[in-house]
C-alpha cells in the first residue's frame, strides 16, 4: 500500500474569490514530484492543485478528513 503523508497541505494561491479554503491530505509522493517538478496534487478527496501556502493556516477538508479516518480505520 502506498504510505500517506498524514500533514496536511495548504490550498495555493487562489484569487477567483474562494473563501471555502482548507488543507487536504495528500501522497507524501505527490508532494515532493510537486515540488520537484511543478505538477498539481490530488487530494484524498478528489481535489487537484499546486500546493503553496502553509496548511496550518486553515482547517483540514472534511471530506478528506472522513476518507482519512476510514483508510485508518481498515489498518
Not at 498524514?6 to 471555502?20: A, F, H, I
Not at 493556516?57 to 480505520?73: D, I, N, T
Request: glycine share 8%; aromatic share 6%.
Amino acid at each position: 500500500m502506498t504510505e500517506l503523508d498524514t500533514r496536511p497541505v495548504g490550498e495555493p494561491q487562489l484569487d477567483d474569490g474562494d473563501d471555502n479554503r482548507f488543507s487536504h491530505y495528500v501522497r507524501k509522493e505527490d508532494i515532493l514530484r510537486s515540488a520537484v517538478d511543478g505538477v498539481p496534487v490530488t487530494a484524498l478527496c478528489g481535489k487537484k492543485w499546486l500546493p503553496g501556502r502553509d496548511p496550518e493556516k486553515y482547517p483540514v477538508c472534511p471530506a478528506c478528513k472522513e476518507l482519512m479516518g476510514m483508510l485508518e480505520s481498515m489498518s
